[in-house]
DNA sequence: GTGGGCTTGTGAATGATTTCACAAGTTACA
DNA sequence: TGTAACTTGTGAAATCATTCACAAGCCCAC
């Protein structure tokens, strides 16, 4: 397949967001106009992003909702369930183990990990805190796929490389810290630090625009 | 001044917490090269993205870690303090308020609103919860500019306009939830579900990389 | 089954961003 | 002072992403 953009999959998540609450809302069909509009873009965009991997819709009638979804969910790999640690069990991890948003989608917490002797043993959303020594140890009984990242940044990139032994594929990093992944191991950012100083650029800068 | 690209800022912050650790290192000058490596990216792309600012480097030199830093906490509006308001006192509202990330950069929590009566009075790092009621009422005593929304996506948009009435000009919305904005006030999105999401494309598809 | 009204799928055009490549400026040092 | 080694700043080229525009296809009503 062509390499897909970004930006693309990106929207993708989002289109599949508004066709599951068309279907609460009990559409059966959706054209790209509709779609564009509940998110913040085009109708050309929609399509386009769509025939990156094939043709599902109808001319003159759209998109089946249900079709769609179903479609979407196999192309960002939501058809099966994602096995996930928690590497972090502070606030921000606690949160993390605790966030519908997860569940919700197939992503399923098995294990959660820290370094400090006060969280290990404490229950997390169901979930005992293990020592983060045990990762490597738990990986052939757990089988973890993603590792949610929520360590301060001098740990991070000594975390990554456990997980990585641990046969973790892909890191969703939240300390604000560049880290080098081996080879084979997919990480992506989430740094709220960096968003809120995008945000407070395009308020300095406002009337530029 | 001429638009400047969001993935230009975002880099520009990346840049700002290098300067701050080639600091701490003791280096007084840093190459683009060297900024480069430290990111992800190439050395013409850091020279690029200074020169829509101006040109602040010394041929044959590089850098100044202090002017640069500087100058790039002044772009990016870091120079001054943010008055920050954090809506929804659940798990993730909570880890915000003890977030180190955000003081450091000079975000200052002036406040935190929910609305269950449970989480109303209680205190989160200092600061007691108040109803999301009061937001507006408060505003003229906590001049509020930023919000940090973190409520369920079904009530992310009754909040983005109260805020707005609050005065408040930028949100970083940790719902995942499409909302609409009024004129003038600047939404950005962290959005966990959403990226990890991306993640699993990556690891779905990751042969025909 | 025919026509009108919609909507898709997609090449081509445009626009945006990144990379290239090199002249020009600076330092270090003999 | 002269020269070697670096490094910036920046047009131009290349790549990547979005928007345009329209032929082709389908549904529905009659």
Chains 1, 2 share one sequence.
């Not at 998540?13 to 066709?19: A, D, G, T």
């Not at 094939?54 to 099966?80: H, N």
């Not at 820290?114 to 043993?121: C, E, L, Q």
């Amino acid at each position: 397949m062509k390499h897909i953009a970004e930006s693309t999959v990106r929207r993708l998540s989002l289109y599949l967001r508004f066709l599951e609450q068309s279907r609460r809302e009990g559409k059966d069909t959706i054209s790209s106009g509709d779609l564009a509009g509940l998110g913040g873009t085009t109708s050309a965009q929609v399509r386009k992003d769509l025939s990156f991997f094939g043709s599902f819709g109808t001319r003159g009638l759209g998109y089946s909702v249900s079709a769609l979804s179903r479609r979407i969910r196999e192309i960002l790999g939501l058809e099966r369930e994602w096995r996930v640690v928690i590497i972090g069990a502070g606030k921000i991890g606690a949160a993390l183990a605790q966030y519908r948003g997860f569940a919700d989608r197939g992503y399923r917490i098995v294990g959660i990990y820290d370094v400090a002797p006060a969280r290990i043993g404490v229950s997390l959303d169901g979930i005992t805190v293990r020592d983060q020594k045990e990762l490597e140890g738990d990986a052939a009984r757990l089988k973890p796929e993603i590792a949610l990242l929520a360590v301060p940044p001098t740990a991070a990139q000594t975390l990554v490389e456990r997980a990585a032994k641990a046969g973790i594929r892909g890191i969703l990093n939240f300390a604000p810290a560049q880290i080098h992944a081996p080879a084979g191991v997919e990480v992506r950012h989430v740094d709220m630090a960096l968003e809120l100083e995008i945000l407070s650029y395009a308020l300095t800068n406002a009337r530029k625009k």
